[in-house]
């Protein structure tokens, strides 16, 4: 390719958008990395362990609130923006709340129906209904900030996609410095005040919904539905799978093998956010290319990106590979440095986590079918069933490492099955 392709490529919009997303996920990256290192630090080892669980099930929670939403919007919008007779989205936004409210209130219900199970698992503890009702609360500001990211997605602005996750990941650093002593219930208070704040206003004054048609509420939320529940399923798999490990391990063996065998896992959440920038911009852009019947420009595009990802990985993965004692004390502290083993093992997920976050947009956006759902729920069923089996941190990791091969091969091998079907 030549430096005038090159330039040409990195001058259109995508590439725009391309280089805009990367520069921020990597400041998001680095904010994360000090939000785990403050913790680390000022939590006590059981503190940390039980931290972890619990944002781990926020993540799970708010995935399922936003009720596949977050994936409906990017598809939609460019669909209804770009098509050949343009339709007003207003109508679409203001369903998708109606959603997403329904949706978190039956969540919330059975929480608090079967609160003494539900505490055991979303906290590692039980006998903590105030605990439950914070994370609940920070779950749902949590949501409500994901369908603020999927309406830019959506829009292709992704000037303000990437500001507003910065400001927010920013703003939750600052309890962890002013407060003079922290503690899993202070640290979740702290954050779930400030992500409402930074929502409310991010909605109530940067999105316009419009109900362009009251009549048509009904039709677009059968749409949103249709298209959603799927992805529902899918959001509450995928989130089961990420937060399952801990959520056993604490429950089995206790916060402190939980904290341990989290600093693996924290290494690959750290770098999951460079890998999986460009899936936020593919869905919206494979979705515009079915609209303009473009579907082998995607693919071209995609394939060229999975060149780039493999390098990219095993670069990063010999990085951390090799540095794993001296990251451990640098992001976390000394105390886990006995964990370097165990992370040695679930450092090799990043290259196949990196090829499933590279594949799952795309296929989001060529079909209605929720393929990702069944390839999710495979993988947290033998996720289950390997974890059952498993005695030990390391068998832990090896099992964690064996789903994580399966999860992007099988990602993979869809995307290569719908593609050829489209052309």
């Not at 799952?360 to 996720?383: E, F, H, K, Q």
Request: net charge positive; proline share 3%; charged share 10%.
């Amino acid at each position: 390719m030549s430096q005038a392709t090159i330039k040409q490529k990195l001058s259109s919009k995508m590439g725009k958008d391309v280089i805009w997303t990367f520069s921020i996920q990597i400041a998001i990256m680095l904010c994360s990395f000090a939000i785990t290192k403050l913790l680390s630090n000022r939590l006590n080892i059981e503190d940390f362990g039980q931290y972890n669980v619990i944002k781990r099930s926020v993540q799970v929670l708010s995935f399922v609130m936003l009720a596949g939403v977050g994936i409906a919007l990017p598809r939609y919008i460019p669909l209804y923006q770009k098509n050949e007779q343009p339709r007003p989205i207003g109508t679409l936004l203001a369903s998708s709340l109606i959603y997403i409210v329904g949706v978190t209130a039956i969540v919330c219900l059975i929480c608090l129906l079967f609160s003494n199970k539900v505490e055991l698992i979303l906290l590692g503890d039980s006998g903590n209904i105030l605990l439950l009702l914070i994370v609940l609360a920070y779950a749902f500001a949590m949501a409500m900030s994901q369908f603020a990211y999927a309406y830019y997605r959506g829009t292709g602005n992704y000037v303000w996609y990437n500001g507003v996750q910065l400001g927010i990941q920013l703003a939750l650093i600052l309890p962890l410095i002013i407060l003079p002593a922290l503690n899993t219930t202070n640290v979740f208070v702290s954050w779930l005040v400030v992500t409402v704040v930074l929502v409310c206003y991010i909605i109530g004054r940067k999105i316009r919904i419009k109900i362009d048609d009251i009549k048509n509420i009904g039709t677009e939320l059968k749409t949103i539905v249709k298209y959603s529940s799927g992805r529902l399923v899918a959001d509450f798999f995928l989130f089961s799978l990420s937060a399952f490990p801990l959520i056993y391990i604490s429950n089995t063996y206790g916060l402190k093998p939980t904290a341990y065998f989290s600093v693996g896992l924290t290494f690959v959440a750290m770098v999951s956010p460079l890998f999986s920038f460009i899936g936020i911009i593919l869905l919206p852009y494979v979705a515009e290319c079915i609209a303009k019947n473009e579907m082998k420009k995607a693919n071209r595009v995609i394939n060229n990106l999975a060149y780039l990802y493999i390098i990219t990985t095993i670069v990063i993965t010999v990085i951390i590979y090799a540095f794993t004692g001296f990251l451990t004390s640098l992001f976390f502290s000394d105390s886990y440095l006995n964990t370097i083993d165990i992370s040695h093992i679930i450092i090799l997920s990043i290259l196949p986590q990196a090829f499933y976050l590279l594949y799952r947009n795309p296929i989001d956006a060529i079909s209605v079918v929720p393929y990702n759902t069944l390839i999710i729920g495979v993988c947290l069923v033998l996720m289950i069933i390997s974890f059952c089996l498993s005695t030990t941190l390391t068998q832990f990791a090896w099992a964690y490492l064996g789903i994580s091969i399966l999860q992007g091969g099988l990602s993979w091998l869809t995307w290569v099955i719908l593609q050829r079907r489209k052309i």
